[in-house]
C-alpha cells in the first residue's frame, strides 16, 4: 500500500475543508471565530478513525492502539484546556486584531486567512497518521521513542499549561503581583508549551520512519516554522507592547524561545545576548 494512500489524501482533505468552510457559516452566524480553534484538537482524532474505519485490516493491532490512545489523550487535553480558558464565546485576540485590519471585509477574508488557512497547518502534519495507523510492520525500537516523545510532549504541555492557569489566577485573585511568569518550566523556556505541541508532531512523524515517503517530514517541518516564525513572533510583540521592560528581563533571564534549557544555562546566555538584567539590551544577536 501506498503511504498515504492518494485516494485517502483526496478523501481526508475534502472532508477537512468542508469541515472548515462549515465552521465558517457557523462563525458568520455567531459573529466570532472561536469555532475554527476546535479543528486543531479534534481533526487528528477523527482522521484516525476515518484511516481506521476505511483500512480495518490493515496496521498491527499495537501499534494503532498506542496511536489511537496518545492521538485521543493528546486531543481531549487540549479540547479541555481550550474549554477551561473560556475559548468558547471568545475570540482570539490574534483573528480579533485581524477583524480590526480588514474591517468589513473580514466576513470572506476570514474564510482563507483563518478557516482554510488551518486546513493547510492542520492536514499536512497529519499525514503522519497514516504510516502510523496503517503500518504493518513489527513494533521497531523507533515506535518506542515515537511513544515517548508523543508521551513527553503531552506531559510538558500538560505541566506548562497548568503552571500559567496558575500563576494567572495567582494573578486575579491579587496573590501576585508579577507582569510575567518565570518559575517552573517557564524558566526553562519562553514557550514550555510550544515545546510540547512541536515535539508532539515530531513524535508522531516518527511512528512512519521506514514506511512513509520522505516528504511526510513537511508535516512536522510545517509546525515548526508555524510556531518558531509566526505565533512566537506575534505573542511576543504583543508582550513587549503590554508588558514592555517587565517582558525584556524575562527575556534577559530565559533567552531561549522555545528549546528548553536548564535556567543556569539561560541565564548565562542571557547575559551574553542581552547584557546583565537591569542593564539596557545590547542585541548582540537578534533573537
Same mark, same amino acid.
Given at each position: 500500500?501506498?503511504?498515504?494512500?492518494?485516494?485517502?489524501?483526496?478523501?481526508?482533505?475534502?472532508?477537512?475543508?468542508?469541515?472548515?468552510?462549515?465552521?465558517?457559516?457557523?462563525?458568520?452566524?455567531?459573529?466570532?471565530?472561536?469555532?475554527?480553534?476546535?479543528?486543531?484538537?479534534?481533526?487528528?482524532?477523527?482522521?484516525?478513525? !476515518?484511516?481506521?474505519?476505511?483500512?480495518?485490516?490493515?496496521?498491527?493491532?499495537?501499534?494503532?492502539?498506542?496511536?489511537?490512545?496518545?492521538?485521543?489523550?493528546?486531543?481531549? %487535553?487540549?479540547?479541555?484546556?481550550?474549554?477551561? %480558558? @473560556?475559548?468558547?464565546?471568545?475570540?482570539?485576540?490574534?483573528? &480579533?486584531?485581524?477583524?480590526?485590519? $480588514?474591517?468589513?471585509?473580514?466576513?470572506?477574508?476570514?474564510?482563507?486567512?483563518?478557516? #482554510?488557512?488551518?486546513?493547510? $497547518?492542520? $492536514? @499536512?502534519?497529519? !499525514?503522519?497518521?497514516?504510516?502510523?495507523? #496503517?503500518?504493518? #510492520?513489527?513494533?521497531?525500537?523507533?515506535?518506542?521513542?515515537?511513544?515517548?516523545?508523543?508521551?513527553?510532549?503531552?506531559? !510538558?504541555? &500538560?505541566?506548562?499549561?497548568?503552571?500559567?492557569?496558575?500563576?494567572?489566577?495567582?494573578?486575579?485573585?491579587?496573590?501576585?503581583? =508579577?507582569?510575567?511568569?518565570?518559575?517552573?518550566?517557564? #524558566?526553562?523556556? %519562553?514557550?514550555?508549551?510550544?515545546?510540547?505541541?512541536?515535539?508532539?508532531?515530531?513524535?508522531?512523524?516518527? $511512528?512512519?520512519?521506514?514506511?512513509?515517503?520522505?516528504?511526510?517530514?513537511?508535516?512536522?517541518? !510545517?509546525? &515548526?516554522?508555524?510556531?518558531?516564525?509566526?505565533?512566537? =513572533?506575534?505573542?511576543?510583540? %504583543?508582550?513587549?507592547?503590554?508588558?514592555?521592560?517587565?517582558?525584556?528581563?524575562?527575556?534577559?533571564?530565559?533567552?531561549?524561545?522555545?528549546?528548553?534549557?536548564?535556567?543556569?544555562?539561560?541565564?548565562?546566555?542571557?547575559?551574553?545576548?542581552?547584557?546583565?538584567?537591569?542593564?539596557?539590551?545590547?542585541?548582540?544577536?537578534?533573537?
Amino acid at each position: 500500500m501506498d503511504f498515504p494512500p492518494p485516494v485517502d489524501l483526496l478523501y481526508d482533505g475534502c472532508s477537512l475543508v468542508g469541515v472548515n468552510v462549515a465552521l465558517w457559516v457557523l462563525s458568520l452566524i455567531l459573529g466570532k471565530t472561536w469555532p475554527v480553534d476546535f479543528i486543531w484538537s479534534c481533526w487528528p482524532p477523527v482522521q484516525s478513525v !476515518l484511516i481506521s474505519v476505511r483500512h480495518p485490516d490493515e496496521g498491527a493491532c499495537t501499534r494503532q492502539l498506542a496511536v489511537f490512545c496518545l492521538v485521543f489523550v493528546w486531543g481531549w %487535553r487540549l479540547t479541555h484546556n481550550f474549554v477551561y %480558558r @473560556g475559548g468558547i464565546g471568545h475570540e482570539d485576540w490574534r483573528y &480579533t486584531d485581524m477583524r480590526q485590519q $480588514f474591517g468589513r471585509h473580514f466576513w470572506w477574508a476570514s474564510l482563507f486567512t483563518v478557516f #482554510l488557512g488551518q486546513t493547510i $497547518f492542520m $492536514f @499536512g502534519p497529519c !499525514l503522519s497518521l497514516y504510516a502510523a495507523i #496503517l503500518s504493518n #510492520l513489527p513494533l521497531r525500537a523507533v515506535d518506542a521513542v515515537a511513544i515517548a516523545t508523543c508521551s513527553l510532549a503531552i506531559l !510538558l504541555e &500538560t505541566v506548562s499549561d497548568m503552571q500559567m492557569d496558575h500563576f494567572m489566577q495567582a494573578k486575579r485573585e491579587k496573590r501576585c503581583d =508579577k507582569q510575567v511568569i518565570d518559575s517552573g518550566l517557564w #524558566l526553562w523556556s %519562553r514557550h514550555p508549551n510550544y515545546c510540547g505541541e512541536v515535539l508532539w508532531w515530531w513524535g508522531l512523524w516518527l $511512528f512512519g520512519i521506514g514506511v512513509a515517503p520522505a516528504w511526510v517530514v513537511a508535516g512536522p517541518l !510545517l509546525i &515548526t516554522f508555524l510556531f518558531l516564525g509566526v505565533s512566537i =513572533k506575534l505573542i511576543e510583540d %504583543r508582550q513587549l507592547k503590554n508588558k514592555g521592560d517587565a517582558f525584556r528581563e524575562y527575556r534577559k533571564a530565559v533567552p531561549s524561545a522555545i528549546v528548553l534549557l536548564p535556567p543556569p544555562l539561560n541565564r548565562q546566555l542571557g547575559r551574553w545576548l542581552y547584557g546583565p538584567p537591569g542593564q539596557k539590551s545590547v542585541n548582540r544577536v537578534q533573537m
